[in-house]
């Protein structure tokens, strides 16, 4: 079985910098695709940034610029270097893994952008 574990969260002022690392535990036979969600107060779940097998990534429009993601296929982690942080930006961050047309997901990671 496949257990995702997010660190890296937390509280940061604006225009500051937080990095977030998912890695991945149990048999990983192929990562199709990887990425993240967040989940802003009161709204639902969105996509962030996604980066596929190749290492193409996607960003959302309110982050390009802004965060960057990458991944190891060796160790089978993604990270997500967001600088600039804003206000908005707060929410609880969800990685996710696609592994053979399934997808799975982190606990989630509160980051806080406050001052």
């Known amino acids: 079985q496949v257990q995702l574990v997010e660190s890296g969260g937390g509280l940061v002022q604006p225009g500051g910098s937080l990095r977030l690392s998912c890695a991945a535990s149990g048999s990983i036979p192929n990562i199709q695709n990887m990425g993240w969600y967040r989940q802003l107060p009161g709204k639902e779940r969105g996509l962030v940034a996604r980066?596929?097998?190749?290492?193409?990534?996607y960003y959302a429009d309110s982050v390009k610029g802004r965060f960057t993601i990458s991944r190891n296929n060796a160790k089978n982690t993604v990270d997500l270097q967001m600088n600039s942080l804003k206000a908005e930006d707060t929410a609880v961050y969800y990685c996710?893994?696609?592994?053979?047309?399934?997808?799975?997901w982190g606990q989630g990671t509160q980051v806080t952008v406050s001052s």
């Open positions: 980066i596929l097998s190749s290492g193409s990534p």
């Open positions: 996710y893994y696609v592994i053979e047309m399934r997808t799975y």
